[in-house]
């Protein structure tokens, strides 16, 4: 089980959310690190979708989180987002994969901690780190579907496609990622820190 007591808002920007260098404008970066609780943030593009960029913010609390959702939402105009908890350690990698699973039944949080103790355990050329988390709801009862995220670091998308590629783990433990989910989300970001 993941150990963080922070939560990281994971929300994803269309370009006309961007400035005419394709970075949050400074407006964005400043109201979103003028939050109460703020603890760090980082930036970055989809590697698999040029037009679609990932801002990722870690928070307090739950509370927190939820507080800046609604402090910026004229400042960032989010396609998506998502709270989970987790450390954002990993998003300081050179490049960080980002795998989804959701509609997640019982268990399968469990599934993708053993995974990662796997992957941890093989020291596979080019790993960074890898943490998990399930969704946390910050509106409502907490209700309705259900997700899962992983995050790992890898010095690039490369090193993570011959890693999956390679006799080891990955392939040993890649049917606990499979199972107990309806559909997943993978994508790769190069974050920077806010």
């Given at each position: 089980?993941?150990?963080?007591?922070?939560?990281?808002?994971?929300?994803?920007?269309?370009?006309?959310?961007?400035?005419?260098?394709?970075?949050?404008?400074?407006?964005?970066?400043?109201?979103?690190?003028?939050?109460?609780?703020?603890?760090?943030?980082?930036?970055?593009?989809?590697?698999?979708?040029?037009?679609?960029?990932?801002?990722a913010t870690e928070w307090s609390s739950a509370s927190a989180a939820k507080q800046c959702i609604t402090n910026i939402k004229d400042h960032v105009r989010a396609q998506e987002t998502?709270?989970?908890?987790?450390?954002?350690?990993?998003?300081?990698?050179?490049?960080?994969?980002?795998?989804?699973?959701?509609?997640?039944?019982?268990?399968?949080?469990?599934?993708?901690?053993?995974?990662?103790?796997?992957?941890?355990?093989?020291?596979?050329?080019?790993?960074?780190?890898?943490?998990?988390?399930?969704?946390?709801?910050?509106?409502?009862?907490?209700?309705?579907?259900?997700?899962?995220?992983?995050?790992?670091?890898?010095?690039?998308?490369?090193?993570?496609?011959?890693?999956?590629?390679?006799?080891?783990?990955?392939?040993?433990?890649?049917?606990?990622?499979?199972?107990?989910?309806?559909?997943?989300?993978?994508?790769?970001?190069?974050?920077?820190?806010?």
């Open positions: 089980m993941p150990s963080s007591a922070t939560v990281t808002l994971f929300q994803t920007l269309d370009v006309e959310s961007l400035d005419s260098g394709n970075q949050l404008p400074g407006d964005a970066v400043a109201k979103v690190k003028s939050q109460p609780d703020f603890q760090q943030g980082f930036f970055g593009q989809k590697l698999e979708d040029p037009k679609t960029w990932v801002l998502f709270v989970y908890q987790f450390d954002t350690a990993v998003l300081k990698a050179p490049c960080t994969e980002v795998f989804t699973a959701f509609e997640t039944e019982e268990g399968f949080e469990e599934q993708v901690g053993r995974f990662v103790s796997a992957v941890e355990g093989d020291k596979l050329e080019g790993y960074k780190g890898a943490d998990y988390g399930a969704e946390v709801k910050v509106d409502g009862d907490g209700a309705g579907e259900k997700s899962v995220r992983m995050v790992i670091g890898w010095v690039s998308k490369e090193a993570h496609v011959e890693a999956k590629g390679k006799p080891g783990a990955i392939q040993q433990n890649i049917g606990e990622l499979r199972a107990k989910r309806k559909r997943v989300d993978l994508f790769h970001v190069n974050f920077k820190e806010l």
